[in-house]
């Protein structure tokens, strides 16, 4: 390894045990004995639906369960998932005999759970150790809050350190050089400062944690306006925050988004359009329009993101210039 990528590991280590780091600590095991469900809809994609599986297997505590949803996926992931089912009792396996689409597929996977918490995780996410606690602390330590998302490279303004993207596709952000999920996941830890997180009026819905009182008084997603997972967490949001519960991004926890396209680009852009004047016919510009305007201006992320950006830069310089190891 470079000698600079060196230092910077080392510096990511420092900032993980440094003064922020205990209270953190405390607040996360509060949250170690919480029962929770975490759902993965699956349509075929089994390379990136194992690397997947695998990292959310490796995160579960004993009063977690992971729920996979196959919707109809084609032999090689059928198998594989029913492999992994038999080997490992944690999962809990369903397959749709015919593909139902995202949103129902979700729906299904909300019915299915009995947890007070659920996660819907998208199957080509990548999630590092605590997640699921960090979720928790999020949305049960901010005060009426009942969604929660982390941050990402891959989820519109979640992303780090660049959240603007083109009309076709939202920004995609590669990892740095030399650092892996868990390592930016600490450094996120890094960066959010206290107990403060940013209260939004939309959380993206590639890792989007639900309280089951959310659920209960709003109803599950709009299968008929929202069928193909475009709009509907959009949607599912905008209804919550009419409800009265709060939204809140967990700015201490980093979710890897590969950001998989499920379809064409000419059939994707249909589909989000698509979503979006149904969006806006149900909830009005002024509301959709001021959600994406208070996102791109909350004072908490744009200071991550600037962060960020050093952090990427600085990752950068060390891999360019460290040459090997001596």
Known sequence: MPRLLARLHQRLHRLAGGSGAAPLRRRIDRQRGRGVDVVVCVHNARDDVAACLASVLATLGPRHRLIVIDDASEPATAEFLAGLARRDGRLGLHRNAARTGYTRAANLGLRLSGADFVVLLNSDTIVAPGWIEKLCDAVYGTAGAGIVGPLSNAA??????????????????????????????????????????????????????????????????????????????????????AAGFGLVVATHTYVFHAKTRSYGLARRQA???????????????????????????????????REAALFYAAAERADQAGGPAT
């Open 156 to 241: 519109s303004f979640q992303s780090i350190p660049d959240p603007l993207g083109t009309a076709a596709q939202t920004a995609v952000n590669a990892l740095p050089p030399g650092i892996s999920v868990a390592a930016m996941d600490r450094q996120c830890e890094a960066w959010t400062h206290g107990a403060a997180l940013p209260r939004v009026p939309l959380v993206h819905g590639f890792c989007l944690g639900l309280r089951r009182d959310v659920i209960d008084a709003i109803g599950p997603f709009d299968e008929v306006l929202f069928p193909d997972g475009y709009g509907e967490e959009d949607d599912f949001c905008l209804r919550a925050g």
């Open 271 to 305: 589909l989000v359009e698509a979503a979006a004047r149904a969006l806006r016919a149900r909830h009005g510009d002024a509301r959709v329009d001021g959600a994406i305007a208070a996102l791109a201006a909350d004072p908490i992320l744009a200071r991550i993101r």
